[in-house]
């Protein structure tokens, strides 16, 4: 018989090395786990000297640097035992490729014009995949915190240039393009965030409109207005829907321990997805309100131990 021993329990929760000690949001996660007699930590996920195996589980939380070593994240993620969540689904939401996935699979999504740089895109043909009418956003596949993120206006010359210029960048760098219509009911009703853990939806937040115009590019994320918001039923039932298709993609039956789903509006006022974000989401626990976001994070994690 294996005897388990009183050790006290390790959670690393894995953060960047510019917020050491975690996102502010996340840092309340130490004590709710302090309360259920498990130690918690930040550990950053890309210091050389951390032993992962000493971790009962690793929680990805604050890794918002990522983005342009995506390659080597998902290593370390591949080398860390045990992980959430795990390295298969930090592959998969990583790009937002996954988009088409779900909207293959009836999820409504914004429509989106894909550009990969294996096809050599000259800058005319970029140009003609821009839309005619309507701004419009420029963005890479593999982002985060709206980073190299630019809302483009057809009708003036001078932003189209622009746009064809930020599309033709991140091609050259190797880098997949989206071109996406701006949605502008982001400008009067922002971004619903739907947060969910171990499946179960808990709150919302509001996100307020980010882009004014080309790419703003410092800094680690673009500086972001949130309130409280009730999500209705329709954007419930949306956001489910993307997880259900998320999980059945990656042949998963355990839930995913946290999910935040990103919803806009359309024009006729139904939602559909933005961003389905599984790897590093703010879960913006300080907007629950009664939801007990916090505790059910908590509990989700000791169930996992
Ligand atoms: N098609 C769009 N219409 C309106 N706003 C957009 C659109 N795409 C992106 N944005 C804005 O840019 C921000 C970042 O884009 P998003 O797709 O969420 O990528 P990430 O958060 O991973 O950088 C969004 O929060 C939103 O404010
Ligand atoms: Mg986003």
Redesign the pocket.
Same mark, same amino acid.
């Given at each position: 018989m294996t005897t388990t021993t009183d050790r006290q329990q390790r959670v690393g929760l894995a953060t960047c090395s510019v917020l050491p000690d975690l996102d502010p949001g996340d840092r309340p996660i130490i004590g709710a786990l302090a309360d259920r007699g498990v130690t918690a930590e930040p550990v950053v996920w890309d210091d050389p000297d951390v032993d992962w195996a000493a971790y009962d589980l690793v929680v990805v939380r604050s890794t918002w640097d990522y983005s342009p070593r995506r390659d080597e994240f998902l290593r370390w993620a591949d080398r860390v035992p045990r992980l959430a969540n795990p390295a298969d689904v930090l592959r998969w939401n990583t790009d $937002?490729g996954y988009l088409r996935t779900l909207e293959a699979a009836g999820v409504p999504v914004?429509p989106t014009i894909w550009l990969d740089p294996s096809r050599h895109f000259s800058k005319r043909a970029v140009h003609t995949r821009m839309p005619a009418f309507g701004d419009f !956003?420029v $963005?890479p596949v593999v982002?985060?915190? +709206? %980073?190299d993120?630019g809302?483009y206006q057809p009708v003036s010359a001078q932003s189209r240039g622009l746009a064809i210029q930020h599309a033709v960048e991140l091609l050259d760098g190797g880098r997949a393009v989206m071109i %996406?219509?701006? &949605?502008t009911s &982001?400008d009067t009703a922002g @971004?619903t965030c739907l947060v969910f853990v171990d499946g179960q939806f808990r709150h919302a937040a509001r $996100?307020n +409109? =980010? =882009?004014t115009g080309p790419r703003p590019t410092a800094g680690l994320y673009q500086e972001e207005t949130m309130s409280a918001v009730e999500a209705t039923e329709a954007q419930i039932e949306v956001a489910t829907r993307a997880l259900d298709v998320a999980r059945a993609e990656l042949g998963r039956t355990e839930q995913f321990l946290y999910a935040r789903v990103?919803l !806009?509006n359309q024009d006729d006022g139904t939602p559909m997805l933005? @961003?389905l974000e599984l790897t590093e989401p703010s879960l913006w626990m300080q907007y629950a309100g009664d939801a007990k976001t916090l505790d059910a994070l908590a509990d989700a994690i000791v169930a996992r131990l």
């Open positions: $937002k914004i !956003v $963005k982002s985060a915190g +709206a %980073q993120t809302r %996406q219509p701006y &949605v &982001v @971004e $996100k +409109a =980010l =882009l990103d !806009v933005i @961003e």
